[in-house]
């Protein structure tokens, strides 16, 4: 009796010791041994995960409010209804055509632009849509950026001709102007914002003769003629700008 109770505590303190190396498990057929491992989240991540607050709904962008959706809609739709030459940025009426007293003169499909790229007119002026195109193309990238620093940037052109039927410089015999086609616009002067105003006959010498200098060289491109104070008599207080275009380019002086 007494040997087979000291057995019997000998395999129970065995038992309670465990074994000093514990067997791999084998992989069941079919599956990659190597993939049994199950991995051990890191136990820093756990904790900043459960610190971090648990969003309870979607962020979503503020809607802006009704009434300034409704005004820029309503500029919008403004614009559009002022547009000429399919164009936003041309604004003023569709006049269509306008018949010549004398012969070649006119214009087939006329607009009278009131504005163009931000930029008032100071009388509407009668010309074709290429003309309009042209004055555009020239003010966004010749006149505004001359000007942008003179008098918090440019307002408004003084119109001195737009179409009249009538001959080149209104000299008897001469040919029939780009005014009597409606291809051509006088400009005089240049508005500022805060009131400032340039004219070709007293600045084209003074400190802001660089920028009108700049602007007319701007206009030789959109325009077949260009024509400034170096040109002639006629032009010494204004610039003369046309669509008439030449093989050998455009003519400007």
């Given at each position: 009796m007494r040997a087979l109770a000291?057995?019997?505590?000998?395999?129970?303190?065995?038992?309670?010791?465990?074994?000093?190396?514990?067997?791999?498990?084998?992989?069941?057929?079919?599956?990659?041994?190597?993939?049994?491992?199950?991995?051990?989240?890191?136990?820093?991540?756990?904790?900043?995960?459960?610190?971090?607050?648990?969003?309870?709904?979607?962020?979503?962008?503020?809607?802006?409010?009704?009434?300034?959706?409704?005004?820029?809609?309503?500029?919008?739709?403004?614009?559009?209804?002022?547009?000429?030459?399919?164009?936003?940025?041309?604004?003023?009426?569709?006049?269509?055509?306008?018949?010549?007293?004398?012969?070649?003169?006119?214009?087939?499909?006329a607009v009278r632009l009131k504005s163009v790229a931000g930029v008032t007119l100071s009388q509407p002026a009668l010309m074709d849509c290429n003309t309009a195109k042209a004055l555009k193309q020239w003010t966004e990238n010749g006149a505004k950026p001359a000007l942008r620093r003179v008098g918090g940037g440019l307002s408004e052109y003084r119109v001195a001709a737009h179409y009249a039927c009538r001959t080149r410089n209104n000299q008897p015999g001469a040919r029939i102007s780009e005014h009597g086609k409606g291809r051509a616009i006088d400009i005089s002067a240049f508005t500022m914002r805060d009131g400032t105003r340039l004219t070709v006959l007293n600045d084209w010498n003074s400190r802001h003769g660089r920028a009108l200098k700049s602007m007319h060289r701007a206009a030789c491109g959109p325009f077949g003629t260009v024509l400034g104070?170096?040109?002639?008599r006629f032009h010494r207080d204004h610039f003369h700008f046309d669509t008439a275009r030449y093989r050998s380019g455009s003519y400007c002086r």
């Open positions: 000291l057995i019997c505590v000998v395999l129970a303190g065995a038992v309670a010791a465990g074994p000093d190396i514990s067997k791999r498990p084998v992989a069941r057929a079919g599956t990659d041994a190597r993939n049994t491992s199950v991995p051990v989240p890191n136990l820093e991540q756990v904790v900043v995960a459960a610190a971090l607050p648990v969003p309870q709904s979607t962020l979503r962008p503020n809607l802006r409010p009704g009434a300034i959706v409704q005004r820029a809609m309503g500029r919008r739709a403004e614009r559009r209804k002022g547009q000429v030459c399919g164009d936003p940025e041309l604004q003023g009426d569709v006049v269509g055509a306008v018949p010549g007293r004398i012969a070649g003169c006119g214009i087939a499909e104070p170096n040109a002639d």
